[in-house]
């Protein structure tokens, strides 16, 4: 069994306006050293084991086809082996 | 001709297009769940607005793996004329079925009022009863419309005339190059932000979206009669 930690964020050259708009935000909050704000996903996948195809493999695919739009986002994810819970 | 018009959980434009397409052309369209998994005895496909799966993910991303539209993606590949509006257009790009991504309003606002759009390319089984240049008055409603896609790409859609509606006055949403609608390669996958089912009576504001039915209608009549 693992735990999959996926992270979805705008690749740097799209602008993000959501992002624009809460640093403007904490600016008002009179915090002027937050320099840069951007907003992503996050996503916690359980997968069980499966002889036939690697967990990196299984996550790649479903990020490249579903979970990130790769025309304007990029992903990266941490897996986590841990023991079944009986 | 006869139309499918696809309805996926929260679409909310495919009244309007059955009505466009009934009433406005005097054509056959029938609704097609999301669930379908046959598309036979349809000559073209119509993808409506709306929020399917409440844009969840991002708008598009889901419904592209609905049942209905490997059936939609292999009709396409068949030649047969594909048009989808507003999240129409946005599960076209999530498919892959055309270029580029549909990004976040660039002023985060919901858009909801009338454009002026140009036609750029007239040469298109979906636009040949417009003229070259010719502004038309369209509405558009949406949050996601602003159209992205890289500069290798761009430079592919110019060369191949694939912009076919830009904003001709104001651009509301912040897209490249003022893109309001594209064309596949093929010629036969359109996506477009704007609503011509919207404008398809002088009642509702404007009949400027009646001509692209009737393109399809029209174009659709020549080629089966050339076969």
């Known amino acids: 069994m693992y735990n999959v930690k996926v992270y979805v964020t705008y690749k740097e050259s799209i602008l993000d306006p959501q992002g624009e708009a809460v640093r403007g935000a904490v600016h008002r909050m009179g ?8 907003i992503g996903k996050y996503f916690e996948i359980k997968v069980s084991d499966t002889a036939d195809r690697s ?14 739009n790769v025309v304007m986002e990029s992903y990266r994810y941490e897996i986590e082996r841990v023991k079944e819970t009986v | 001709m006869r139309f499918a018009v696809i309805q996926f959980p929260g679409s909310n434009c495919d009244v309007d297009l059955l009505h466009a397409i009934r009433d406005g052309v005097g054509e056959e369209a029938e609704y097609v769940p999301h669930t379908a998994e046959s598309l036979d005895g349809f000559d073209g496909v119509l993808l409506p607005g709306g929020f399917s799966y409440g844009d969840y993910l ?11 539209m490997s059936e939609v993606t292999r009709f396409a590949e068949e030649g047969k004329p594909v048009f989808g509006t507003c999240n129409g257009f946005q599960i076209l790009v ?5 270029p580029g991504a549909l990004q976040r309003n660039e002023n985060l606002h919901f858009i909801c009022k009338t454009v ?3 036609v750029v390319n007239n040469r298109t089984k979906f636009t040949s009863e417009y003229d070259k240049q010719e502004l038309l008055t369209i509405p558009v409603a949406h949050g996601e419309g602003n159209y992205y896609c890289d ?9 191949n005339d694939q912009i076919v509606f830009t904003y001709a006055s104001d651009n509301p949403n912040g897209s490249v190059e003022n893109i309001a609608g594209i064309i596949n390669k093929q010629g036969n996958v359109l996506g477009m932000m704007p609503h011509p089912e919207r404008a398809v009576e002088d009642l509702l504001g404007s009949s400027d979206g009646l001509r692209f039915f009737e393109s399809m209608v029209k174009n659709f009549i020549k080629e089966t009669a050339e076969v």
């Open chain 1, 31 to 38: 915090f002027d050293e937050i320099e840069d704000i951007r």
């Open chain 1, 55 to 68: 967990v990196e493999e299984v996550i790649e695919t479903i990020c490249d086809k579903l979970l990130a």
């Open chain 2, 58 to 68: 991002r708008s598009g991303a889901i419904s592209r793996f609905s049942n209905v």
């Open chain 2, 94 to 98: 999530e498919a892959g079925l055309l």
């Open chain 2, 116 to 118: 002026e759009l140009e």
């Open chain 2, 151 to 159: 500069e290798e790409t761009l430079s592919e859609l110019k060369a």
